[in-house]
């Protein structure tokens, strides 16, 4: 049984109908990409998953039936969703903010942060800084512990290379495939950036007008002529 | 100096009650970005509420803690009941819904109680004492140390409890904390139930000298209105600044200007903050945070 | 055009039109009291159209129309005094406020308007350049300062002993009482101002105003300055709560300071948002329930049963909320609704216009 499957799901952002029967799933420990253009409806997809826009069609995680459930119950059933923007409180301190990644979670915040702090040792150093003053790439790190502190059984990234320089981009998915490998943690993330996301990915999707066009093994994708010439671009 | 010293001790007591009042609309204007016009009318309602249980014979510190329970809980139905159906729709419609709420709850107080001024025991002595030539009232001092002490109370449980993190966070961003699974909807409730206990340790302190009636609140709303654009509506710190400033000066103002009076206080207190305020317009404290993340 | 426009098209100014003979024929089928009773709709007609002007069509809230309307009927009552009628209340007003030696009440409305308008404009001038919530405060303030600034310059207002103005007597030997005379002086006025303000917001003007109303940075994009036309919006508001004032003053023959209390205003504000903001019909609605409400909810007709003085008050309140909660379009947006389910249309959620 997966992790996580869509079957068929329809969503709008009030008049606009944005998904058109997106089926995907996605098993426990994989990490799997959701590709395609701006407009595609990747980010709605996530947003779909997260309770965020009114959506038809069937969502489940772990066997359980999460469509239309409310954005705070689905993230407590164990989904990080880390959307557009990382969406971090820009006036708490970089700590608060990781320890609001624990509210909803299960487990330990100590021993949780200790982890993460072992990953991102700066978090420790700036602690009680507002989140606001970080970097862009400091600030994609901290929403990411903040994900990780709530021990998540799904991670959902929204474009995370978004703004980001390349080292950090590499940094970045350098750390989610150590995360996979070392916890087995099953990520599903939604990237513009194809080329990266196909590395780090073991399977993926591409989106295109709202239905999924194309799908399969990465590494297969990254030949596939079509996804080479829309999205890889050569 | 000293007669100057006594009207700026009794200006920091008015000013504390404004400014406990002041932090009320603050914190709902931080989770709800809307101005609670019936704040002061909750506080007004659950005053008379202490004065009915002290009648019925209860002594004053229980009856003060059981109000600021009954506060809570009502201030919190007031939020899931009214203002949650109205969430999103434009600022003006949940003002409108605050101000329908000022009024019912206006009448209502007068309905049940009755419109005559009732007299409001006070918990302090009706003496004063001398502290370096300067003669200080013990209700001015039980007043402020009340306001402060409920300040710093709140002020403790934002900074150091899990519970005031996550109320803070729902301020920031609603749809981060739903992200992280909090019931940004209890939160709300939680902030509104704290305002109107907020409110209602105002109208308590106010009530011993202004006398209570059904609008012992709306000149205090005024002022505490005021102290809060003061201070930066967005701003618990100001909300206190300004509140004690506020308090200071009107009494400063009207002792020693004699155009100004008893009387004209208020749009003496008023034109001052608009002078202010077009210099300022995010007030003292308040930021226009360059929201980054 | 096809029948169905023309009939969409007439359908305004036919109630016009029938409002007109209504209000014409009424007075032949009651008493004085009610008479006074119809005068005083018209008034807050009146005041409720330069609220709606405010609120309902350029999105500002003001908590202070009361004080304005005030402002208007200390205008009617000192010009129609004049410094004359002042002395016999030992006034002696500073030399430099023209008050003059009494006039015809009915020339001191339009003046009442103009002064109001005035005072409105320059107040509007500071206030609305802080936005919303200072706006809101800085009304308030106005609505709580009037009553103490009338008693404080109680040597040009008579204090809080009030001043009384004589009833004027029917003009050009017309064979009607002085009450149906004011009567229909107020309808009039009101007819006059309701086209008026029709004409304003169904033109650019109006249009400006909407636009501010409904996002300010588009309006700026537009090309319109919005703190111009607010001001604008502000001042035209107050002058309608000026000839209101005026009307009031004239018909009641007497001001008191405590006539216009911060709960007029508020009331108002209430009555503006049941009858229906953005919507002018929906202005007489909210005029005939601010008369009769509170009459008829202290003692509720069929039930035999005489509530507190405070029963209006709730009733206004909870009026009010349940409004906003269910029908945001207040009293005219239900009809429009109900109307468009007349005409084969399905119910729709009764929004204001524009909305």
Request: glycine share 12%; with cysteine; hydrophobic share 55%.
């Amino acid at each position: 049984m997966p992790l996580l499957e869509l079957t068929d799901v329809f969503a709008r952002y009030g008049p606009i109908q944005a998904l058109h029967g997106v089926s995907l799933k996605v098993d426990e420990g994989e990490v799997v990409a959701l590709l395609g253009a701006n407009g595609a409806g990747k980010t709605t997809t996530l947003r779909s998953i997260s309770g965020m826009t009114r959506t038809s069609g069937e969502i489940t995680f772990d066997g359980r039936r999460i469509a239309r459930r409310s954005t705070e119950s689905v993230a407590r059933l164990g989904i990080a969703h880390v959307p557009e923007g990382r969406g971090l409180f820009p006036e708490l301190t970089v700590w608060e903010n990781l320890r609001m990644g624990a509210v909803g979670g299960r487990g330990d915040f100590a021993e949780a942060a200790e982890r993460v702090v072992g990953s991102f040792p700066w978090i420790e150093r700036r602690r009680d800084q507002a989140a606001a003053t970080l970097s862009g790439g400091e600030q994609q790190m901290l929403a990411l512990g903040r994900a990780l502190v709530g021990r998540p059984r799904l991670l959902m990234l929204d474009e995370p290379s978004l703004g980001l320089a390349p080292t950090v981009v590499r940094e970045l998915f350098a750390t989610v495939r150590r995360l996979n490998e070392d916890d087995g943690l099953t990520v599903l993330v939604v990237e513009q950036n194809a080329r990266i996301a196909l590395e780090v990915t073991s399977r993926a999707y591409v989106l295109e007008v709202g239905k999924v066009a194309v799908e399969g093994a990465s590494d297969e994708l990254a030949r596939h002529e079509r996804v080479r010439k829309s999205y890889l671009g050569y | 100096m000293a007669a100057f010293l006594q009207q700026v001790v009794s200006g920091l007591a008015q000013g504390a009650i404004f400014a406990s009042l002041a932090l009320a609309l603050v914190l709902i204007y931080r989770s709800t970005d809307v101005l609670n016009f019936a704040q002061g009318e909750m506080a007004t309602f659950t005053t008379f509420v202490a004065w009915s249980l002290m009648n019925q014979g209860v002594s004053y510190w229980p009856a003060f803690a059981l109000t600021l329970v009954i506060a809570f809980v009502g201030g919190a139905a007031v939020e899931r009941i009214i203002i949650r159906p109205v969430e999103h729709r434009p600022e003006i419609v949940i003002v409108i819904v605050t101000i329908g709420l000022l009024i019912a709850l206006n009448g209502l107080t007068g309905w049940i109680w009755g419109a005559e001024v009732k007299a409001f025991d006070s918990p302090f002595p009706n003496e004063t004492t001398d502290v370096a030539g300067v003669v200080i009232s013990y209700q001015d001092l039980g007043v402020l140390c009340v306001c402060l002490a409920t300040v710093l109370v709140l002020w403790a449980f934002f900074r150091f409890t899990t519970l005031g993190l996550v109320m803070r966070a729902v301020a920031n961003s609603q749809e981060a904390s739903r992200l992280m699974g909090v019931r940004v909807g209890w939160m709300l409730a939680l902030g509104w139930g704290l305002a109107a206990s907020l409110g209602a340790v105002a109208g308590m302190m106010a009530a011993p000298t202004a006398f209570l009636d059904p609008n012992l609140m709306l000149v205090i709303l005024i002022y505490s209105f005021a102290a809060a654009v003061l201070g930066g509506i967005d701003s618990p710190v100001g909300a206190v600044v300004g509140g004690l400033t506020l308090g200071v000066l009107i009494n400063v103002l009207g002792t020693y200007v004699d155009f100004i009076g008893g009387e004209l206080r208020l749009p003496a207190a008023l034109t001052v903050l608009l002078v202010v305020l077009l210099v300022r317009p995010q007030g003292l404290f308040g930021h226009r945070v360059v929201r980054r993340v | 055009m096809s029948w169905r426009t023309i009939l969409r098209k007439a359908i305004g100014p036919a109630l016009f039109v029938l409002a007109v003979v209504v209000v014409a024929l009424l007075p032949r089928f009651m008493g004085e009291f009610r008479l006074l009773q119809f005068t005083l709709v018209a008034i807050y007609v009146i005041a409720l159209l330069g609220l709606n002007i405010l609120t309902g069509y350029s999105g500002q809230i003001s908590l202070g129309h009361g004080a304005f309307v005030g402002v208007g009927a200390y205008v009617a009552a000192l010009l129609s005094l004049g410094r004359p009628g002042l002395e016999l209340y030992m006034l002696d007003p500073p030399d430099w406020i023209p008050i003059g030696d009494g006039m015809r009440p009915v020339f001191t409305i339009p003046i009442a308007a103009l002064v109001t308008g005035i005072v409105g404009f320059i107040i509007g001038i500071p206030a609305l350049r802080l936005g919303g919530i200072s706006l809101a405060l800085a009304t308030l303030a106005i609505a709580v300062s009037f009553p103490i600034l009338m008693k404080r310059f109680a040597e040009v207002t008579g204090g809080g002993g009030g001043l009384n103005l004589n009833l004027p007597e029917t003009p050009f030997g017309w064979d009607i009482s002085t009450r149906h005379w004011l009567y229909y002086e107020a309808w009039v006025a009101a007819g006059i101002l309701f086209l008026l303000a029709w004409l304003l917001v169904r033109g650019r003007i109006g249009r400006a105003w909407r636009s501010i109303r409904d996002g300010e940075v588009a309006a700026v994009s537009a090309g319109v300055n919005p703190a111009l036309y607010k001001t604008f919006a502000f001042g035209v508001s107050s002058a309608y709560a000026g000839a209101a004032g005026a009307l009031f003053a004239i018909e009641t023959a007497y001001v008191n300071p405590d006539t216009f209390p911060v709960s007029l205003s508020i009331l108002l504000l209430a009555a503006a948002v049941i009858g229906g903001l953005g919507s002018l019909a929906g202005v007489v609605f909210g005029a005939l329930l601010f008369e009769f409400l509170p009459i008829y909810s202290q003692e509720p007709p069929l039930f035999d049963l005489s509530l507190a003085d405070q029963a209006p008050a709730v009733v206004f309140g909870v009026f009010l909320i349940v409004v906003m909660l269910l029908l945001p379009g207040g009293v005219a947006g239900l009809f429009r609704a109900l109307a468009n389910v007349v005409r084969g249309g399905r119910l729709r959620r009764a929004a204001p216009p524009g909305a």
